[in-house]
Nanobody, 123 residues
Framework: QVQLVESGGGSVQAGESLRLSCVAS????????MGWYRQAPGKERELVAG???????NYADSVKGRFTISRDNAKNTVYLQMNSLKPEDAAVYYC?????????????????WGQGTQVTVSS
């Protein structure tokens, strides 16, 4: 069982920066890949950035060069540094984690989502 809590969202002007954090807690054995997704009104949820357990990263083309994903395994935390924000970046940002948990005496691998944090960018 994993609970993900995002923080760091807010309202900024275009060109400014935000740093999102996501902390995992619960009775999990380990965290595997983690990532950040976003969903704007009327649009589908899309992957913004992902990071594997060993630190390999990937980004959506729209955020390359502006956003940076990182993780601190000792703190069970993943971050998203967002620089040079644009109005089109406005969305609810969701943290995702794949985790191994104990379930009825067996290890199970499952996917978990946070509740999301709002990012608003004005011009």
């Amino acid at each position: 069982q994993v609970q993900l809590v995002e923080s760091g969202g807010g309202s900024v002007q275009a060109g400014e920066s935000l740093r999102l954090s996501c902390v995992a807690s619960g009775s999990f054995r380990g965290l595997n890949a983690m990532g950040w997704y976003r969903q704007a009104p009327g649009k589908e949820r899309e992957l913004v950035a992902g990071i594997t357990s060993d630190g390999n990263t990937n980004y959506a083309d729209s955020v390359k060069g502006r956003f940076t994903i990182s993780r601190d395994n000792a703190k069970n935390t993943v971050y998203l540094q967002m620089n040079s924000l644009k109005p089109e970046d406005a969305a609810v940002y969701y943290c995702n984690a794949n985790a191994d948990i104990w379930r009825l005496g067996r290890i199970r691998r499952s996917d978990y989502w946070g509740q999301g944090t709002q990012v608003t960018v004005s011009s």
